[in-house]
């Protein structure tokens, strides 16, 4: 069986209540779910780690070099300036997609910056919730 990690970064817990007029109105619990059975139906296992802080993060990178097989990662705002994560990810020899809720590059300019897209195999950005399945089904192609 192949494994996936599903990596979400900082305030992403409080999806569902924060700005749901951008990211709208599940919770990441309810993002998790569906990308679970997107990756069992493929017969993928999936991990998940959400975490609120950068470290825990890169840690959950290094760990996955041993014995995962493709990453998706939503990196919240580390996506603009977090490069102890985008050093830990060009570390990591499988898939990566990077995925976003909303669309990055239509909002604020800070926002135009990923430091996550150099080291994804790609991206996938602004379909809301349908990203968490089409980011799975991504990886998984890539990987297989
Ligand atoms: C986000 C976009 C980021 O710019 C923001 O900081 C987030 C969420 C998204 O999923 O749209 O926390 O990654």
Redo the contacts with the bound molecule.
């Keep these: 069986m192949t494994r996936l990690l599903l990596l979400s ?4 817990n409080l999806l569902g209540q ?1 700005e749901p007029e ?2 709208g109105t599940a919770t990441l619990e309810d993002h998790v779910g569906a990308a679970r059975e997107a990756a069992t139906a493929r017969g993928w296992t999936l991990d998940h780690l959400q975490s609120n802080h950068e470290g825990e993060l890169v840690d959950a990178v290094h760990a996955a070099r041993a014995d995962v097989d493709a990453i998706v990662i ?7 300036y977090g490069w102890s994560l985008h050093d830990a990810l060009a570390a990591f020899d499988g898939v990566i997609v990077e ?6 590059n239509r ?2 300019p800070w ?1 135009h910056v990923s430091v996550v897209a150099p080291v994804a195999t790609g991206s996938i ?2 379909f809301g919730g349908a ?1 968490y399945p089409l980011a799975i089904a991504a990886a998984i192609d890539a990987a297989t």
């Design positions: 970064g900082p305030n992403l924060r951008i990211y939503n990196p919240g705002a580390l996506t603009h995925l976003h809720l909303s669309n990055p909002r604020e926002r950005v602004g990203g």
